[in-house]
């Protein structure tokens, strides 16, 4: 168990990130939805960078939470509250899918370059009372991106990966595969729960921060060598 001073120390360092991890994928979302032509989200004002408007208290905040106290800041993943998309409503929607799903994890995805650069800042910067904050906060924010960015690309609808499929698979089977959309986040759950989910995603976040690490030259901090 982490003690108290452990807890509220990762809360400080990992609040930040992933606030901006999930509200700027949500907006992503719904910045390509209205770029091709569906403004379902604008019109529900979700196209926005308040995090209120996308937080979801059970996966944004409490989920979150137990798996990276449980973890010891090793880990976490959570989701927010989806951006509304009708894809009827792209100029074409089989087509158009792809580049909305693709969208929330490639904003992850220059996230983790962000916080890769904030390490690098940190390294340069004369030292003072913030460098250790900034670089350790850093770190989590590329830890807390590239989890949601494998955990999302999975090929399950409703993830993003599985909207993906869905739009490169021909259209007979993509309708079959889009079936399962109702079931997905409880196969999620249950992956989560028999520990199959973190099997599958670890060789991917780690390979990712592996290889960011080496563009960066900051495997220190992830104690890659």
Same mark, same amino acid.
């Given at each position: 168990?982490?003690?108290?001073?452990?807890?509220?120390?990762?809360?400080?360092?990992?609040? =930040?990130?992933?606030?901006?991890?999930?509200?700027?994928?949500?907006?992503?979302?719904?910045?390509?939805?209205?770029?091709? +032509?569906?403004?379902?989200?604008?019109?529900?004002?979700?196209?926005?960078?308040?995090?209120?408007?996308? =937080?979801?208290?059970?996966?944004? =905040?409490?989920?979150?939470?137990?798996?990276?106290?449980?973890?010891?800041?090793?880990?976490?993943?959570?989701?927010?509250?989806?951006?509304? $998309?009708?894809?009827?409503?792209?100029? &074409? %929607?089989?087509?158009? @899918?792809?580049?909305?799903?693709?969208?929330?994890?490639?904003?992850?995805?220059?996230?983790?370059?962000?916080?890769?650069?904030?390490?690098?800042? +940190?390294?340069?910067?004369?030292?003072?009372?913030?460098?250790?904050?900034?670089?350790? @906060?850093?770190?989590?924010?590329?830890?807390?991106?590239? $989890?949601?960015?494998?955990?999302?690309?999975?090929?399950? %609808?409703?993830?993003?990966?599985?909207?993906?499929?869905?739009?490169?698979?021909?259209?007979? $089977?993509?309708?079959?595969?889009? @079936?399962?959309?109702?079931?997905?986040?409880? =196969?999620?759950?249950?992956? @989560?729960?028999?520990?199959?989910?973190?099997?599958?995603?670890?060789?991917?976040?780690?390979? *990712?921060?592996?290889?960011? &690490?080496?563009?960066?030259?900051?495997?220190?901090? *992830?104690?890659?060598?």
């Amino acid at each position: 168990m982490m003690e108290i001073e452990g807890i509220v120390r990762l809360i400080a360092l990992y609040a =930040i990130p992933g606030i901006f991890a999930i509200t700027l994928h949500e907006a992503a979302h719904g910045y390509a939805a209205r770029h091709f +032509g569906d403004p379902t989200a604008h019109e529900a004002g979700r196209i926005t960078l308040n995090p209120i408007r996308h =937080i979801d208290p059970i996966g944004t =905040i409490l989920i979150p939470a137990l798996i990276l106290f449980a973890s010891s800041g090793n880990f976490a993943f959570g989701w927010a509250r989806p951006v509304p $998309v009708n894809f009827d409503r792209l100029r &074409s %929607p089989k087509r158009d @899918m792809l580049w909305v799903a693709a969208a929330g994890p490639g904003a992850n995805l220059l996230m983790a370059i962000m916080w890769a650069l904030a390490i690098k800042l +940190g390294q340069v910067m004369p030292q003072n009372y913030f460098t250790e904050p900034l670089i350790l @906060m850093a770190r989590g924010g590329i830890i807390i991106n590239t $989890v949601l960015m494998v955990l999302n690309l999975l090929p399950l %609808p409703p993830l993003d990966g599985g909207r993906i499929a869905v739009s490169l698979l021909p259209r007979a $089977v993509a309708y079959r595969f889009a @079936m399962v959309e109702p079931y997905g986040m409880v =196969i999620l759950l249950v992956l @989560m729960f028999l520990g199959v989910l973190g099997t599958v995603m670890m060789p991917f976040v780690g390979a *990712f921060i592996g290889a960011l &690490s080496a563009v960066f030259n900051i495997g220190w901090i *992830f104690g890659i060598r």
